[in-house]
């Protein structure tokens, strides 16, 4: 049986059409499922929700561009969730991050390093970390090896503030 141009085209023209540049609103995290008791649904990101996420940031990550933080981020996905309830993987869930102590997030082994640090995260230590982790920790598990533009660093902590701080 050979296939019809004009159905072979349409299908392809329908595929193409979800491509494109993802929209600057984040979408909301999905949760992972449980066996217990199920967890409550995010609360969507509204234009307040995202401006309530980078008003409470410093000056120099309030005008960031979230669609090049979460593309961005696609870099940090093979390693770690940044959804509430997500699995920790090779790195920790980052869920809840900022303001939270270094080497603390529960079922993760930390490396003693990242532990002894004292860090509780907040937008300039996470930008620290992300230009070179082993920098700050030389005997980190984290084997990234850095991102170097600082524009980018700002859009992925802005992202991530938005995409893990629960919402009002």
Request: with cysteine; charged share 20%; glycine share 8%.
């Amino acid at each position: 049986m050979r296939l019809r141009p004009a159905p072979a085209l349409a299908i392809v023209a329908v595929v193409l059409a979800g491509c494109g540049k993802p929209s600057s609103r984040p979408e909301a995290p999905a949760t992972t499922d449980s066996a217990a008791a199920p967890e409550p649904a995010p609360a969507p990101f509204t234009d307040a929700r995202i401006k309530a996420a980078l008003a409470a940031l410093p000056a120099a990550y309030r005008g960031a561009d979230l669609d090049n933080g979460a593309a961005k981020f696609a870099l940090c996905k093979s390693c770690h969730t940044a959804v509430q309830g997500g699995a920790n993987m090779t790195g920790p869930n980052l869920w809840g991050v900022f303001g939270r102590k270094a080497g603390s997030a529960p079922g993760f082994a930390y490396s003693e390093g990242l532990k002894a640090t004292g860090i509780v995260w907040d937008a300039d230590k996470i930008d620290r970390w992300i230009t070179n982790p082993r920098k700050i920790v030389p005997a980190t598990k984290m084997t990234y090896i850095g991102m170097q533009d600082p524009k980018d660093r700002a859009d992925v902590v802005a992202w991530l503030k938005v995409v893990t701080t629960p919402g009002p």
